[in-house]
Each structure stands twice: as structure tokens, then as C-alpha cells.
């Protein structure tokens, strides 16, 4: 009953990594990043600590990012007032 010919996977030949170099971490983000500003603008703003953390809260309920809750706003704020139909 012994095995014979028997190959454990460590003694295996890794299969080669035919795209190429793998991306890192840092440039599968610039790449995301540069595909999204063909669609999107880039809002900087500071917010009062309290009101982050409730709306940190409130996404987390809801399921959304905080880009989503924000757009979400920003949306109802002109259609309110007419510049958005």
C-alpha cells in the first residue's frame, strides 16, 4: 500500500505567470483612481468629527460609501431646487 511515484505539491513546479508582472497594491489604485476621474470629479472637504461618525453610522446601515451617501445629498439638494431633473 505505499505510494509509489508520489508527488507532494510543494515539489511541484510553480506554473509561470503568463500577463506578466503582477500589479502591486499601489498601482492597482492609481489605475483605479485613473479610470474613475474619466467619469467622476475629486471633492476635498472637511467635516466636523461628530457628524463623519454619524454618517460613518448611517452607511454602514444603509450599505452604502460614503461617496454614494454624499452624491445621495448633493442630488437631493438640486433637485430641490430645480436644477436637477
Do not use: W
Not at 503568463?18 to 471633492?43: D, F, Y
Not at 460609501?65 to 445621495?72: L, Y
Amino acid at each position: 500500500m505505499s505510494q509509489v511515484n508520489a508527488v507532494s505539491s510543494s515539489t511541484k513546479t510553480k506554473r509561470i505567470y503568463r500577463k506578466g508582472n503582477p500589479m502591486t497594491a499601489t498601482e492597482k489604485q492609481l489605475a483605479s483612481v485613473a479610470r474613475k476621474r474619466v467619469t467622476h470629479k475629486e471633492v476635498k472637504v472637511f467635516v466636523r468629527n461628530p457628524l463623519k461618525d454619524r454618517m460613518i453610522k448611517v452607511c454602514e446601515e444603509d450599505g452604502l460609501t460614503q461617496a454614494q451617501f454624499i452624491e445621495r445629498l448633493i442630488e437631493q439638494e438640486l433637485i430641490q431646487r430645480g436644477l436637477l431633473g
